[in-house]
């Protein structure tokens, strides 16, 4: 019985230092849920099974926040920024109320304060590295934000050590381990949601098809698993999830790679959705107009002999982003799940259903994005690995920073480069 019992706290996430962890911190009830289904939806379908309840509730309101998700695509670059900050606020604000509640926190002097303000400095630094990398021009118009741009760092710094001064300040004795414990919470918060959404925002700037794509991605693998283990789900796939099956996560795989390689197509013959997100200094708006890149030009490529007999083709005319498309549906069906699996581990482990019930039938937005942000990190990497490569214009921003003396010195070592290549007396004889 004692072998059983200990069994059963292991899978319900708790062990013998979890216990001792609830008693030193006053203990982390499970946080009671209720029906946070509109009255509205209630009425609808009051006549239904609760299975096939949730199944509806979960299917209207995700096809309202599709809806949304293309309305703020259609407004553009800076809306699409906001959203992605309010966001990332919401979840910041859930997991911090989630350590607030379970662990009793409500005496501790500060730390809601310092919590809120920790995410300023986070935020000041992350998006003043943006404003400086991408809006260099304007930055350097302004003279309030030429000094802000050139002594940025040293702010930020300055505004967190003053946060970690008066948490030091803040330290009484009877609440010690507590402070630490939720000043490290804080950071790891800091750390899973400010850093991952300061990547959705530089997605963003090579190109809204590198924050559409990736993002459907997810959506499509999220509703398609849920789809193939609602009707054909038998086996469980991990402990952590139970309603997780191998149909819903291997059928959500075949359904997101066909739905991105599609959703490629359609959107690299666009330049609205290809073209890097620039600030146009002339209008002081964002501009998304180039000419497309290599990756958004139709190419013709040779089918495998394998699949030659099987489709009847010899060559399929596509776009090589599509083949990058590949990858990133991949990321989001194998790997992407593992975030929402985290996640699930983490409620599991302070006994909370969702992070909080601010949509119906979904839980809190973090219920939401917690996949999200795991593929915002594989796509800003996946960039930097196999697509962007050294940026002309901001090298020129750098270089005319520089000193006269500085200036000349790179001139005079460019042009011996080119002329020891041959290419600048070339240019001189056309």
Same mark, same amino acid.
């Given at each position: ?27 982390s009830p499970p946080v009671p849920t209720s029906d946070d289904t509109p009255e509205v939806l209630n009425r609808a379908l009051s006549n239904l099974s609760s299975r096939w309840k949730n199944w509806w509730v979960r299917g209207i &309101?995700?096809?309202? %926040? *599709?809806? #949304?998700?293309?309305? +703020? ?7 699409? @920024? ?80 003053t946060g970690f001064c008066m948490f030091v300040l803040s330290l009484v004795k009877k609440h010690y381990r507590l402070q630490f414990y939720m000043f490290g919470w804080t950071h790891v918060t800091l750390l899973i949601v400010v ?8 997605? &963003?700037?090579?190109? %809204? *098809?590198? #924050?559409?794509?990736? +993002? ?7 509703? @398609? ?77 040779n089918i495998p002999l394998v699949l030659q007999s099987v489709v009847g083709w010899k060559t399929v005319r596509m776009y090589p982003f599509q083949i990058h498309s590949i990858a990133l549906s991949t990321f989001a069906s194998l ?16 006994? *909370? ?78």
């Amino acid at each position: 019985n004692l072998q059983e019992s200990e069994s059963e706290n292991k899978l319900d996430g708790e062990t013998a230092s979890d216990s001792e962890s609830k008693s030193e911190f006053g203990g982390s009830p499970p946080v009671p849920t209720s029906d946070d289904t509109p009255e509205v939806l209630n009425r609808a379908l009051s006549n239904l099974s609760s299975r096939w309840k949730n199944w509806w509730v979960r299917g209207i &309101l995700t096809l309202a %926040m *599709i809806t #949304f998700f293309f309305i +703020i695509i259609y407004l553009g670059p800076m809306v699409l @920024m906001t959203i992605v900050m309010c966001v990332q606020i919401k979840c910041f604000h859930e997991i911090i109320t989630i350590g607030y509640n379970v662990y009793h926190s409500y005496d501790l002097p500060w730390f809601r304060t310092l919590s809120w303000y920790f995410l300023l400095c986070v935020n000041y630094f992350f998006y003043g590295e943006t404003v400086t990398d991408y809006f260099f021009t304007l930055v350097q118009r302004e003279e309030p934000l030429r000094i802000l741009s050139k002594y940025h760092r040293f702010i930020s710094f300055a505004l967190y050590l003053t946060g970690f001064c008066m948490f030091v300040l803040s330290l009484v004795k009877k609440h010690y381990r507590l402070q630490f414990y939720m000043f490290g919470w804080t950071h790891v918060t800091l750390l899973i949601v400010v850093t991952q959404s300061h990547l959705i925002i530089h997605n &963003l700037f090579e190109g %809204m *098809i590198w #924050f559409i794509v990736p +993002i459907s991605c997810v959506i499509c693998n999220d509703i @398609m698993a849920y789809m193939f283990g609602f009707f054909f789900g038998r086996t469980p796939l991990i402990k952590l999830s139970p309603k997780k099956t191998w149909e819903g996560f291997i059928g959500g795989f075949f359904a997101t790679v066909l739905f991105g390689l599609l959703l490629s197509y359609v959107m690299s013959g666009y330049r609205c959705f290809t073209c890097p997100v620039e600030f146009n200094n002339d209008t002081n708006s964002f501009t998304v107009d180039c000419e497309p890149s290599e990756l958004f030009q139709l190419q013709e490529y040779n089918i495998p002999l394998v699949l030659q007999s099987v489709v009847g083709w010899k060559t399929v005319r596509m776009y090589p982003f599509q083949i990058h498309s590949i990858a990133l549906s991949t990321f989001a069906s194998l790997i992407g799940p593992f975030g929402g699996f985290f996640a699930s581990g983490f409620k599991r482990a302070f006994k *909370i259903k969702d992070f909080a019930n601010t949509i119906p039938g979904h839980g809190g937005i973090m219920d939401r994005f917690d996949c999200q942000y795991l593929m915002a990190t594989f796509v800003n990497v996946y960039i930097a690995s196999f697509i962007r490569g050294p940026n002309p214009s901001k090298l020129i921003q750098q270089f005319l920073t520089l000193r006269p003396d500085q200036q000349l010195h790179i001139f005079n070592t460019l042009k011996a480069h080119l002329l020891d290549k041959g290419m600048l007396g070339g240019l001189e004889d056309a």
